[in-house]
């Protein structure tokens, strides 16, 4: 329950603000969830260009088991965003479970909710599936390469913005309760017994 | 050539659907990005993992979009703004919903506190910038226009501006002043907001009185009908109404002191609806009342108890402040700042302010603890040859009687910050 303030009564009561009407914005978590989807498979790594990639830098014999573990990212993708979903969204959520895994041997905490700010709750296992296959792919490349395959997409999606006020020296410190009258007992503040004799 | 004010800038562009060049104001929502910003929420109180995590997926949303809105180019930043209403809404759920420091809450998590530094941080820099007018010297607005769109789009109103010093004005006193100095500045039609919001404030006060069944004003002078249920006093009321009274008091007078604070020209304003004198009168009905209740309960929730007698010390420190700022600006300052001459006006009001004053016994005391009477009828008599004595001693001698059967040493330990 909100606390009573005065700017909550203000807000109600004076005419001096907008009325706003807030309950329109009950499932508003759930239409930004997709709406950040939408707007990370616009800028984020295309599955195409992955695939690309490792048919470029491996040998074929090496492209054979790769070709399965690419093939148990798309199925544990398919699982996270749904077998309904359209061959595109499934591509998509398999390049950000690449993105996610690429360096990573498990599912750990800041995965697990990056995964589902993107989508929502979903079935662990398939992440497992995800990050093994990811991590049996890895395996045959030096780290860098594959950071820098995650990299260049970062670049290309604008990282670098200079943000307003971003050097202003900004303080955290807030109005606390300033006065810290004891409760008198019996007329008397309290006093602090020490029983360390 | 000199640049345009935004507010008078056209641009041109391709129609997405024709491929035509056209012009069209710099300001216009077609320009708007469909970003969708999400309400805030606090933190949760019992910081069950599945709240926090909810929490943090909801405040991630509203860092990350505050950040790309202050990245965003001088235009198209006051196109998101203006028009997108999402936005605004989601800077107003901050202000209304954002923890005070006062407030009674668990302590968070450091990754809940970490997150709520990091929006904070985000929703200050984001008022910074629309309450400028001139980021630099080619992205600026001509003044009028900027006034009437801070005012026309409730960009900014008394409420946010309330709720604005109270979550930044302690670490950020100096950028917040030229904030709100430059609101008030380009747009004077929020003088007349706070004027028409000052019978609520007001009537907040009464409303405590009214709780309290100490209602002062002829609203409840009428005899109690005796099939009535006979009105609670702080003393028989339940102990969680008595919390949410004193809470409410709490904010309030944080509210205000600090609003004051940051932007004493309105205590003219204030001055305008008698503010000191309902203040003084609030303070020394309902004070003592509520002191008298928080005492008598020694057999119900100590802890409880125990937080509510310090945030109704703290109240009281904030009433007194509050009144002393008001006395400050429309009387003191105007007297020490123009000498010996001019100052007659200002003498009157001062006496004016006190006259009424003189019954209110505790409230005369405490404030005296804190400001010495003394000391400003010592600087009245410096500054005017023709200051009416009589009513001086008046106000002199009330103040002394109010001491009465109090030890003076004690009385000050007690009410001096420590």
């Known amino acids: ?197 | 050539m000199p640049a345009l004010p935004l507010d008078q800038l056209q641009v041109t562009h391709k129609d997405q659907k024709t491929g035509r060049l056209r012009t069209a104001p710099a300001l216009h929502p077609g320009q708007k990005a469909d970003r969708r910003f999400v309400l805030y929420k606090p933190p949760p109180k019992d910081n069950s993992p599945a709240l926090v995590e909810e929490y943090l997926e909801r405040a991630t949303f509203v860092t990350t979009d505050l950040d790309w809105l202050l990245a965003l180019p001088h235009d198209k930043f006051w196109c998101q703004v203006i028009f997108d209403e999402t936005l605004q809404k989601c800077l107003d759920s901050y202000l209304r919903y954002a923890p005070r420091k006062f407030d009674e809450w668990v302590a968070p998590s450091p990754e809940v506190a970490d997150m709520q530094r990091r929006l904070h941080r985000s929703v200050f820099l984001t008022f910074l910038r629309m309450s400028t007018h001139k980021e630099s010297k080619d992205h600026f607005f001509s003044p009028s226009a900027f006034g009437e769109i801070l005012y026309n789009n409730f960009l900014f109103d008394i409420p946010k501006i309330l709720d604005l010093c109270v979550l930044f004005g302690k670490g950020n006193s100096l950028l917040l002043q030229k904030m709100i100095g430059n609101i008030f500045t380009q747009q004077p039609s929020y003088y007349d907001d706070l004027d028409n919001a000052m019978p609520t404030i007001l009537q907040g006060f009464s409303h405590i009185l009214q709780h309290c069944g100490l209602q002062g004003d002829g609203a409840s002078a009428t005899p109690q009908k005796l099939e009535e249920p006979g009105r609670l006093t702080p003393s028989h009321m339940p102990l969680l109404e008595l919390k949410d009274i004193i809470l409410y008091l709490c904010d309030t007078c944080t509210t205000l002191w600090a609003f004051l604070e940051i932007f004493p020209q309105a205590c003219q304003t204030f001055q305008k609806h008698d503010f000191c004198c309902r203040l003084a009168s609030f303070y020394e009905t309902a004070v003592p009342e509520l002191e008298s209740a928080i005492r008598k309960r020694q057999l119900e929730d100590s802890r409880l108890l125990g937080d509510l007698w310090r945030r109704l010390s703290h109240s009281r420190k904030k009433l007194l402040d509050i009144f002393h700022i008001i006395l400050y600006h429309i009387c003191l300052l105007p007297i020490l700042e123009s000498g010996c001459n001019g100052v007659q006006g200002f003498v009157e009001e001062f006496l004016q302010v006190f006259s009424p004053l003189l019954q209110e016994k505790r409230f005369l005391r405490d404030y005296d603890a804190l400001f010495p009477v003394a000391d400003d009828v010592s600087l009245l008599q410096q500054a005017s040859s023709s200051l009416d004595e009589m009513r001086a001693a008046y106000i002199l001698q009330a103040v002394e009687s109010s001491w009465e059967g109090v030890d003076r040493r004690k009385a000050l330990q007690a009410t001096a910050p420590p």
């Open chain 1, 1 to 197: 329950m909100a606390l009573p303030r005065l700017t909550g009564a203000l807000r109600s009561f004076s005419n001096v603000s907008k009325q706003d009407n807030y309950n329109e914005e009950v499932a508003d978590l759930q239409v930004k969830r997709s709406k950040f989807y939408e707007q990370t498979v616009g800028l984020d790594l295309p599955w195409m260009k992955i695939v690309a990639f490792l048919n470029e830098k491996l040998e074929k014999n090496e492209m054979q088991s790769v070709n399965e573990d690419l093939k148990d990212i798309l199925q544990a993708a398919k699982q996270i965003v749904g077998a309904d979903s359209g061959s595109e969204a499934i591509e998509s959520a398999a390049a950000f479970l690449f993105k996610t895994f690429h360096s990573k041997d498990c599912v750990g905490h800041q995965e697990t909710k990056a995964i589902r700010q993107m989508f929502g709750p979903f079935p662990s296992s398939s992440a497992s599936a995800a990050c093994d296959a990811t991590h049996r792919i890895a395996s045959h490349f030096h780290p860098d390469s594959l950071t820098a395959l995650v990299q260049t997409t970062k670049e290309e999606s604008g990282d670098d913005r200079v943000l307003f006020g971003k050097n202003l020296v900004f303080s955290f410190d807030m109005h606390d309760l300033d006065h810290f009258d004891e409760l008198p007992v019996n007329g008397e503040p309290q006093k602090t017994i020490s029983l360390d004799y």
